[in-house]
């Protein structure tokens, strides 16, 4: 079955503790990304990765990080995670730049 | 920039009425436009998208939307709403040239609400 894996779905964590919320598609899909979901806001892209080792900032990529050393992969990395990043995020592929995009089931992260 | 508006964080209708939910957009180059819908603690789902091809979109769940460049609109109707219609939709556009290339631009979702 075509999916977008990430992982944990829940996370409650401490000011300052680094984390890694996973990522992983089995579709073989070029262009990956992360949003996060804030309500009233919508989905803003925090990173994207146009293939293996290319990544490049969306539009709030303060306090994140990624890597893409696998097609599959994508790890978004929070190296000291504040309050204000909690939220839900959400993983995404698609085989191209024009091409829909494959959304995970989300991670639901509180720092406190 | 790119940018995504949809009207009415808030939508309410019968079941059998109409559901009506609206999206305008900017772009300076001809885009490609998504709606996508969330239900509870799920990720998000594609109903269609309209990719220069035909200007009425049909999607799943009997979901449709037309492209009007000239309104810059990508509204989304269905004639009859069923309960399980009860979700959060969105709008998002897709940078077909330009900077930021490929990414998806969202609105801030509209709440449909189903009421019997």
């Known amino acids: 079955e075509a999916q977008v894996t990430q992982n944990p779905r829940y996370l409650i964590t401490v000011t300052g503790k680094k984390l890694t919320v996973t990522c992983s598609q089995n579709?073989?899909?070029?262009?990956m990304s992360w949003y996060r979901q804030d309500p009233g806001l919508g989905l803003r892209q925090i990173y994207y990765?146009?293939?293996?080792?290319?990544?490049d900032k969306g539009d709030v990529p303060e306090g994140y990080k990624v890597s893409r050393k696998e097609k599959r992969n994508f790890p978004l990395i929070l190296e000291s995670p504040s309050p204000n990043q909690t939220s839900l995020y959400f993983c995404?592929?698609?085989?191209?730049?024009?091409?829909?995009?494959?959304f995970g089931q989300g991670t639901r992260l509180t720092v406190v | 920039a790119q940018s995504v508006t949809q009207l009415g964080s808030h939508v309410s209708v019968s079941e059998g009425a109409l559901v009506l939910l609206r999206c305008n957009y900017s772009?300076?180059?001809?885009?490609?436009l998504f709606w996508y819908v969330q239900y509870p603690n799920q990720g998000l789902q594609l109903l269609l998208k309209?990719?220069?091809?035909?200007?009425l979109v049909k999607g799943i769940n009997g979901f449709e939307a037309e492209f009007k460049k000239s309104e810059t609109s990508f509204h989304l109707t269905k004639p009859s709403a069923h309960m399980s219609d009860a979700a959060e939709y969105f709008c998002?556009?897709?940078?077909?040239?330009?900077?930021?290339?490929?990414?998806?631009?969202f609105g801030q979702g509209t709440i449909l609400t189903v009421h019997p």
């Open positions: 995404a592929s698609s085989f191209d730049t024009n091409t829909e995009a494959f």
């Open positions: 998002a556009v897709r940078n077909a040239g330009g900077t930021s290339y490929g990414k998806l631009t």
């Open positions: 990765s146009m293939n293996v080792e290319v990544t």
């Open positions: 772009s300076s180059v001809p885009p490609y």
């Open positions: 579709m073989n899909h070029e262009y």
């Open positions: 309209y990719t220069s091809a035909a200007t």
